[in-house]
Nanobody
Framework: QVQLVESGGGLVQAGDSLRLSCVASGRTFSTYTNGWFRQTPGNEREFVAGSGGILYYAESVKGRFTISRDNAKNTVYLQMNSLKPEDTGVYYC?????????????????????WGQGIQVTVSS
């Protein structure tokens, strides 16, 4: 099992920045794909960013968000700049074994085996 714990969320104003962190513990893999999804009430979980084989972003966040990871700390980050009210939601850290080489696969929620509990990000206008 892998445990994922997100931190760094909160309430900010439009145009501000936030950095989400996700620390992994438990079972480790030699290769893996990390990702971030978000969800708002009444909507399905939406892909935000993924890293592992390829680096891929949702069009809505491209140029504003950056996913990165520190393997020594077992931590993946999501740097979010120029935040907009539509970025509001619960953000989930995800991971799957192995690398991912296609955009259709990396942005599919069903391929990720492990999910964090989620953390709220609220952007006010």
């Amino acid at each position: 099992q892998v445990q994922l714990v997100e931190s760094g969320g909160g309430l900010v104003q439009a145009g501000d920045s936030l950095r989400l962190s996700c620390v992994a513990s438990g079972r480790t893999f030699s290769t893996y794909t990390n990702g971030w999804f978000r969800q708002t009430p009444g909507n399905e979980r939406e892909f935000v960013a993924g890293s592992g084989g390829i680096l891929y972003y949702a069009e809505s966040v491209k140029g504003r968000f950056t996913i990165s990871r520190d393997n020594a700390k077992n931590t993946v980050y999501l740097q979010m700049n120029s935040l907009k009210p539509e970025d509001t939601g619960v953000y989930y850290c995800v991971v799957r074994r192995g690398l991912t080489y296609t955009s259709s696969f990396i942005r599919s929620a069903s391929v990720y085996e492990y999910w964090g509990q989620g953390i709220q990000v609220t952007v006010s206008s």
